[in-house]
């Protein structure tokens, strides 16, 4: 996993520990909607205080000083200066048209090197999430009408998070779990989510942030993003944008006839 991707990970972590910690000292037998609206809020506040500690600079300079070990470390910390990550929250309103509790979409710079220009694509990976809390009766519960019909035909970039409480007053939650739908079909998440108690194949939450910002998870079509994930108009999921705190568009990092163009949202090689 890159730098980067560990430095998102470690504020997914955090805002977790924050949500468990909160239902633990204050609440009692919530749902997942609520578990996961206190997710979004405690994301937003992880995600600001790493920035504001210089947390995604500092991964940014040892991204690049494995990457280009040609160049010298002040031009490295001269490029990668303000780098920060944000996060921005969008309405829930839209559920019902995407199916998921959540979309996350990532939007990263590029980094690459060259001796000529060449425009590159933007750099964005999204992935479709349903929130599952395990119930009394050891069930994770169905999926509506509603969902079935439009998680259909998504599989290959949604992923569910699991939530269970580890006791039976049900105030102490335990460590998130997720479990990628890739590769499978409605009929037989539902089959699953009846029947077992354990995930299958779960994964946490480093494996899920690390496969995103890898491109292993969830997709980077454009079209779906806009259309499923974070519809550009009405916007009902979370955006981790990457990108330098003085709104610039790109980096140069130069060493001698050879240098590197970091763009937010787009690269070119020069």
Known sequence: ???VATAIAACWLDAERMVIEDLAGKYWDVDE?????????HLQHSFQRASECGSFEQALVRELQSRFTWA??????RASAGFRATVTFH???V??????DLGIVLSQPTFDVAGHASPMSVRR?????QAKLLGRDGRWGNFTARQREV?????????????????????RLDSFHWVSCRGSKMPEIRNWLKRDKRPPAALNTETVIGGLAGCTLGTAEEALIDRHIGPSEKRASLVITL??????SDRVLKVGNEFVVMQSGESERQ
């Open 151 to 171: 998680l259909s035909g998504r599989e290959d970039y949604l992923t569910l998070l699991l939530y269970r409480y580890r006791d039976d007053e049900r105030r």
């Open 125 to 129: 990976q999204g992935l479709l999430i």
């Open 243 to 248: 990108a330098f705190e003085d709104g610039s």
């Open 72 to 77: 010298p470390t002040g031009a490295i910390e």
């Open 1 to 3: 996993m890159s730098e």
């Open 95 to 100: 559920e019902g048209r995407t199916g998921g």
């Open 91 to 93: 309405s829930r309103r």
């Open 33 to 41: 909607e609520f578990i996961t609206t206190a997710l979004r809020c």
